[in-house]
């Protein structure tokens, strides 16, 4: 069974900085494509960042761009989202998912909440 388990969040002022974490187990991720999504409250959830798990190719939304990191550790099957410069305006629940080919997300974990004030 699969299962993408998220921690990290929590409250934080705006500028400072957190690291979500993605533990995931129950199958083989090294051809997939391990995406962060975001839902803030009255929004449609959006694309935040994305890793290729081999190779490591990321893509980032605009609004992170520069601000943002995400990266895996292939040894604890882990995928994360260093968030830096965080704005108010990054305030959601934030989504770990698994994708077999591009933007074709599988899995999902429960969420995160981020929640930064200004």
């Known amino acids: 069974q699969v299962q993408l388990v998220e921690s990290g969040g929590g409250l934080v002022q705006a500028g400072g900085s957190l690291r979500l974490s993605c533990a995931a187990s129950?199958?083989?991720?090294?051809?997939?494509?391990m995406g962060w999504f975001r839902q803030a409250p009255g929004k449609e959830r959006e694309f935040v960042a994305a890793?290729?798990?081999?190779?490591?190719?990321?893509y980032y939304a605009d609004s992170v761009k520069g601000r943002f990191t995400i990266s895996r550790d292939n040894a604890k099957n882990t995928v994360y989202l260093q968030m830096n410069s965080l704005k108010p305006e990054d305030t959601a629940v934030y989504y770990c998912?698994?994708?077999?080919?591009?933007?074709?997300?599988?899995?999902w974990g429960q969420g995160t909440q981020v929640t930064v004030s200004s």
């Open positions: 129950g199958r083989t991720f090294s051809r997939y494509y």
């Open positions: 890793i290729k798990w081999s190779g490591g190719s990321t």
């Open positions: 998912a698994a994708a077999p080919s591009w933007n074709k997300y599988d899995y």
